[in-house]
């Protein structure tokens, strides 16, 4: 799920591919020759490259030059038919379209980072709680691809590239309940309360839903091996929204960040994250006793969703 390329390939294969950008993998030839016949048919389109296994902002380019990855990834970038390399799996290359028509808060590029608790594989629990609104340090425009401070939303790459991100961190991160507000303030929704209730948090939650569902055979696959360590996992789910609110989904995170950083994240992460030990507990209690997991009292502001 936190492979990026896996991740595309688990969507696909459950016909959900609509839930991320247009996307393609490089390592897959059809993918691959898919990728250049419609980005030579659109030449002015706007593409990102990501390498699948990083995180953090990590390995993205903006808008790169078509020709440039057309010497990279084909046999022959002259021929008309595109024929693609063989690539090695630590080689592969993700492709997305880039949302050309992002929401703006202040002028600025957001993307919401939301929490997932996986806290048991068999059976399969999983809960979910409100993250940080995220917003870009320079104001968005179309151009200046290059800058992470205007396209990446990604805090470690504002920190980065920001020698005075500190001064103005508290404005980068919202809760989404100030994101709602934002939105009725400025007629995007007639009711801020109800959309974050009715609509937006119901469309992260189904996004996770169909990630970890699609991903569970593997899961149970991988933990019937022997060295399977993991009793729990705290991800992360990052999405944008266009201008029309619709949600996109980027990426599955493995180990979020949880630093306590001044504003939303210091006033919400410590209680967060001592309800999920409470809520582990509670679920190994259950496992241990009835040999399920029935009702959970220790989650309050986590939400069980599976």
Known sequence: MTDKAH???LLRGIGRADLQPETY???????CREFFVRARAERGAVWVTKEPGASQGAGIVIN??????????LKDPAAAEPVCVGLEEDEDVVVQRYIMNPLLLNKKKMEIRSYWLLASVDPLVVFYHDGTVRLTTSDYNQGDWDNPLIHITNTAQQKKADPNYYDTQTERKWTLAQL???LEDHKKVPHGASYLSRTLRPQLIDIIRTVVQAAHPLLLREKSKSGWDGRFELLGMDVILDDQLKVWLTEIQMGPGISRDPGVKQQTLPAMLEELTSIMLEV???????GHVKDVNAAVTWERVI
């Open 7 to 9: 991740l595309h390939g």
């Open 25 to 31: 993998t490089l390592r897959d030839a059809k993918e």
């Open 64 to 73: 790169p030059k078509l020709g440039e990855l057309e010497e990279k990834y």
């Open 180 to 182: 709602a507000a934002y």
């Open 284 to 290: 190994d209690q259950h496992m241990l006793k009835f």
